[in-house]
């Protein structure tokens, strides 16, 4: 989640993680550096689409309903600096895998359900998006906007680490969406290329991080995080058996698409 890999926004003392979402449950030393709280983390931003661009693009679908809860949420991630991937984002999550057919959608970094609301959506009645997040605040919350949104018989959610939760499937995966600690994520590629189905899709939030990822930028809060970005990111683009694409909506999502 700019969020929606266990989501990464940060509160004292509540145990959630930092990045763009919620990570709960990380220590300090799990952070590869200090830890900021969420006022900082919007301030540092996570938009490199031209804000005119941005708001043009929200408008433009704006006609599409999506009640109350969605805007609840957002609501909700303003009043206390927790980013969510935002609807450009949440769009592109649901197109994705609504042109695959997805039905069986793992998410590593869930937070407070704002991504698994887009999946949701695109599964359908009888499909099913697994959600990881480590803080049972969050979780119970999640629930319940997914409740009030008609959407949480689609969803489940495992109290654990994401990583710990893919590597559990032995395969056949429609989508793996990764918005998890930002150092796990050659990991999460690893874990994630070969469980998910020949025709399924591999997305990635956050793949340009503020755009340290493409200056060549290290990160002074979270050193060492740009780096294992950019690892991530070549990994996936050199991968043969893969097409992919990094799409630059807002702080830039990896699309890959497993081809054989």
């Given at each position: 989640?700019?969020h929606q ?5 940060e509160?004292?003392g509540a ?5 763009d979402?919620?990570?709960?449950g990380?220590?300090?030393?799990d952070t ?8 900082e ?5 996570v ?14 679908f704006e006609?599409?309903d ?6 609840e ?5 303003e009043?206390?600096?927790?980013p969510i991937?935002g609807?450009?984002?949440g769009?592109?999550?649901?197109l ?25 959506r ?6 099913e998006?697994?959600?990881t ?7 119970s919350?999640a629930e319940?906007?997914?409740?009030r949104a008609?959407?949480l018989d689609r969803?489940t959610?495992?109290?654990a680490d994401g ?7 032995e395969?056949?995966?429609d989508?793996v ?7 796990q ?6 874990e994630?290329?070969?469980r998910?189905r020949?025709?399924g ?7 340009l ?5 493409p200056?060549?930028e290290?990160d002074t ?6 780096d ?6 070549r990994l996936?683009?050199s991968?043969p058996?893969?097409?992919?694409h ?6 830039g999502v990896?699309v890959a698409l497993?081809?054989?």
């Open positions: 989640m700019d890999g266990s989501g990464a926004h509160q004292a145990g959630l993680r930092v990045d979402r919620c990570t709960p990380l220590s300090g030393a590869l550096g200090s830890r900021p709280g969420p006022g983390i919007r301030r540092r931003g938009h490199h689409i031209d804000e005119q661009v941005e708001k043009y693009v929200e408008g433009l006609v599409q999506h009640g109350p809860v969605l805007a949420m957002e609501a909700r991630a009043a206390e600096g927790f991937i609807r450009a984002v769009r592109l999550l649901e994705h895998t609504r042109a695959i057919g997805g039905r069986r959608v793992v998410e590593l970094g869930s937070g407070f359900g704002y991504s698994a609301y887009w999946f949701a695109a599964v359908g009645e009888g499909g998006v697994i959600c997040e480590e803080n049972e605040e969050l979780i919350d319940g906007y997914l409740g008609g959407l969803v959610y495992h109290r990583l710990e939760v893919l590597s559990g499937f395969g056949g995966l989508v969406y990764v918005d998890t600690h930002k150092f994520y050659p990991d999460a590629w690893r994630a290329r070969a998910i020949v025709g899709i591999y997305l990635c939030d956050n793949v991080w503020r755009g340290m990822v200056r060549g290290d809060v979270f050193p060492g995080w740009p294992a970005i950019r690892e991530h990111n996936v683009a991968d058996d893969w097409v992919s990094l799409d630059p909506t807002r702080d990896l497993r081809v054989q």
